[in-house]
């Protein structure tokens, strides 16, 4: 066993499992006491860290390289099953794609599988965001959240939502760049003609345009992009922000108990999600600078520069429900608790809504006359 990876191995290395020293059930990560814990006996155990453990930024292209040498290596193939057995039980568990963190589906002991998240062909995981938020308080939150839904059908606000919260780690990049943007256009000025016609007057508007240029450096810092398939990339872009600053280094005993992936979304795809972002922030900032009432922007050309970037796992409850036999589906920040999701909608309440708009716009607008 070694010292820096604690916890039993089984089948050959490929999986791991954390036995109490009390009883020998498997610990769990404890989100209220921040470590490990035994479900059945109370036997707790600190988290172990490496000694010179910490969460750093990486070097972009020096990984890019690093992975093309790697490049079908000793690869396994994240997108075939592992099956592995279960310490405890002795069952097969199987692991699909990007899963790498699950539970045993017929004794719920928590397993793992082993040397994924730092195999030499992917970049390893460098920090976690670790649970926070109980599995108590989620629910709550999510009550909360059925009810401010004023636009949902009465009977789901009533009834709330039922399921399986399943608590996962979820893989994120984070990005930083250095930019350097040199822009060019047109500015805008808005002034006013007297316009004659017939026997009255009005004023007109014009815009008298002139030329703009100049150059602006901007820093990006931890944007974060998704790199898990398969979740409404709309809605967990919605649990932002997250407080990154709470990360710790990596280590398995913090995924023990709950789900966990590993990334599907590659780093150099992950980094144009990231510079599709910034360009629209460069070019909002260009518009800024060449200012006036109007902006025409002719080109706006950016360089990256000092790239680095970091794999985090952020934790995540998901709950899939069924609603009039559609399926849907809502996750909570375990973080900080912000939940977003997807529901039902009346059409009689929204319908009485615009006609409730539209009757107080017309009364307004005959007022007014």
Request: glycine fraction near 8%; aromatic fraction near 12%; include cysteine.
């Amino acid at each position: 066993m070694s010292e820096e990876k604690p916890g039993e191995q089984v089948n050959e290395g490929k999986a791991r499992v954390f036995p109490c020293e009390g009883c020998g059930s498997d610990l769990e990560f404890h989100i209220g006491q921040q470590d490990l814990k035994c479900p059945y006996c109370g036997f707790e155990k600190q988290l172990e860290f490496a000694v010179d453990a910490t969460v750093t930024e990486q070097d972009f292209q020096s990984m890019l390289a690093k992975l093309c040498e790697h490049h079908d290596k000793d690869r396994r193939d994240e997108d075939c099953q592992s099956e592995i057995r279960c310490n405890s039980c002795g069952g097969t568990v199987v692991f699909q794609g990007a899963l790498t963190s699950t539970e045993c589906p017929f004794c719920a002991s928590p397993i793992q599988l082993e040397d994924v998240h730092d195999a030499e062909h992917r970049v390893p995981v460098d920090g976690v965001l670790p649970f926070f938020v109980e599995k108590a308080r989620a629910k709550a939150n999510l009550a909360a959240w059925v009810q401010s839904r004023w636009f949902a059908p009465n009977e789901f606000r009533q009834r709330g939502v039922n399921g399986k919260f399943n608590g996962v780690y979820t893989p994120f990049w984070t990005f930083d760049s250095m930019t350097f943007t040199r822009y060019s256009g047109e500015r805008g000025e808005h002034y006013y003609e007297t316009v004659k016609e017939g026997d009255e007057e009005k004023q007109v508007r014009q815009t008298r345009w002139c030329p703009a240029s100049g150059s602006f450096d901007r820093f990006f810092d931890d944007l974060l992009i998704l790199a898990a398939e398969g979740l409404p990339r709309r809605l967990m872009d919605k649990l932002a922000p997250w407080p990154l600053e709470k990360c710790v280094p990596f280590t398995q005993q913090l995924l023990a108990g709950f789900y966990a992936r590993t990334y599907e979304l590659e780093l150099e795809p992950g980094f144009e999600h990231a510079r599709d972002q910034m360009e629209v922030a460069v070019n909002a900032e260009a518009r800024q600078r060449i200012g006036g009432d109007e902006q025409r922007v002719h080109s706006c050309q950016t360089q990256y520069k000092a790239v680095t970037f970091k794999h985090l796992l952020l934790p995540v409850w998901l709950l899939a429900y069924r609603y009039n036999g559609k399926p849907y589906q809502v996750m909570v920040n375990a973080a900080t608790g912000e939940v977003q999701g997807e529901r039902p909608w009346s059409w009689g309440k929204i319908l009485c809504a615009v006609a409730v708009v539209a009757t107080i716009t017309g009364g307004i607008a005959l007022l007014n006359r």
